[in-house]
């Protein structure tokens, strides 16, 4: 870990610098010495470097969606050319410049990351180690070396001996509780993180391979935490924690206010629209408008829980415009419920097995039509009518066969019976 981080020591200056300043305006309130001046110092340096990410959080949720969206004709390449390695590629190609999307841009909040948590984890190490660094000198080293969290110090980690931590002016027990509760607080928010994204704000309705990479991630970046957290120092924890705490609430915030279509979040979200559309009988913000209008926009395209939404404001007596804006309309009103008895008195559309049997059945009771089309209207006339000589070698098409008289012996008529000759009238 040491060989990585020395490779971020480029940022080392940086990120100590940022450091200091907090410690300078912290220690004035909670004293220079104190855990608490040196864990906000960590905390507020956190909140800063997201501040400075969330242009390519929003990039990586518009590329995460689009990604979702892609995954069927992502496949159906892959499909069609999976003897074509190049084509496949070109054709993937192809369709990210078509659509704007970057595979890349879903990472990019971890990539722009991980050099300042490099960095930290040097500037902690070598305050462990009792080297200054960047512009910590050996006052601030001796103060950070003082601070302690909760009875463990900045520096120390899970696996240090007694020994190292003894001199760093704590005890072992103290440190193995502390890390282990933050380890243990640091994958639960991974997890839940995660698996709020995948249950939430997911369409559902399109099962595809991306989500079983994500339900994956989701049990796998917990457990890698828990793994490696105890070779992290104290303040290194504090800082992982605070950072997956903020990622946490920032994605339950874009879930609420900007799901995904077609998701569980979405059907959330547009009740709540919904509500408060019927309650004021307009739409109260831009932002809401806007959303209005893209769902308007779609027409034939939109998904259940839109078409829901747009026949819930109908039946309320309300008509979604196309620029956003919502007008009563009894008309509508009257065709939602009209579309609604109809789909109540509709009968249960059949099984496949069950329409064949049926077919099956009537096409054995049904009696066998006249053949000549001459006259069809008349009934049948038979060789057995007075005048006409019978034809005792040729025997009817209908004639039922020597199963279908054992079947009428036993009470079942099948098919035209034959009538009985004149004399044994």
């Not at 993180?193 to 249950?199: C, E, G, I, P, S």
């Amino acid at each position: 870990m040491d060989t990585i981080a020395s490779l971020f020591s480029f940022i080392t200056t940086p990120v100590s610098w940022v450091i200091v300043q907090f410690h300078s305006l912290y220690g004035m309130i909670f004293g220079p010495d104190t855990g608490w001046a040196w864990g906000l110092s960590i905390v507020s340096l956190v909140v800063l470097i997201r501040i400075c990410l969330i242009p390519l959080f929003v990039k990586q949720i518009k590329s995460t969606r689009n990604m979702q969206v892609l995954q069927p004709k992502m496949k159906a390449i892959q499909e069609r050319y999976k003897n074509d390695k190049q084509r496949q590629s070109e054709e993937m190609m192809k369709l990210y410049k078509e659509t704007g999307t970057n595979p890349l841009s879903s990472c990019l909040p971890i990539l722009a990351q991980s050099p300042f948590f490099f960095a930290l984890y040097h500037v902690l190490s070598s305050i462990a180690s009792g080297k200054t660094i960047g512009v910590i000198n050996q006052g601030l080293l001796d103060s950070a070396r003082q601070a302690h969290i909760f009875g463990a110090p900045l520096a120390a980690k899970f696996m240090d001996s007694s020994e190292k931590v003894a001199s760093l002016n704590a005890s072992l027990t103290d440190v193995r509780v502390v890390t282990a509760i933050m380890i243990v607080m640091m994958s639960a928010s991974q997890f839940y993180t995660q698996r709020q994204l995948m249950t939430k704000n997911v369409d559902l309705t399109v099962k595809t391979p991306y989500m079983q990479q994500q339900k994956m991630l989701m049990y796998i970046f917990p457990l890698i935490f828990a793994v490696t957290g105890v070779n992290f120092p104290v303040g290194v924890l504090v800082y992982w924690l605070t950072t997956n705490v903020w990622t946490m609430g920032q994605q339950m915030y874009v879930i609420n206010q900007n799901p995904t279509p077609g998701s569980k979040a979405q059907d959330q979200y547009l009740q709540r629209l919904l509500k408060s559309i019927t309650s004021h009988n307009e739409v109260r913000s831009r932002r809401k408008r806007t959303i209005v209008q893209a769902i308007v926009a779609k027409g034939p395209d939109r998904n259940d829980n839109e078409r829901k939404f747009v026949t819930s404001l109908a039946k309320a007596g309300l008509a979604a415009q196309p620029d956003g804006t919502v007008i009563k309309s009894d008309t509508a009103a009257a065709e939602a419920e009209s579309g609604a008895a109809a789909r109540r008195h509709q009968p249960k559309r059949q099984t496949k097995a069950k329409r064949q049997a049926a077919a099956a059945q009537s096409g054995t009771d049904k009696p066998e039509q006249p053949k000549d089309s001459e006259d069809a209207g008349e009934p049948a006339k038979t060789s057995l009518q007075k005048g006409e000589p019978q034809d005792t070698k040729s025997k009817p098409s209908g004639t039922p066969a020597a199963g279908s008289a054992r079947q009428a012996k036993s009470g079942q008529r099948k098919g035209q019976q034959r009538p009985k000759h004149p004399s044994k009238k």
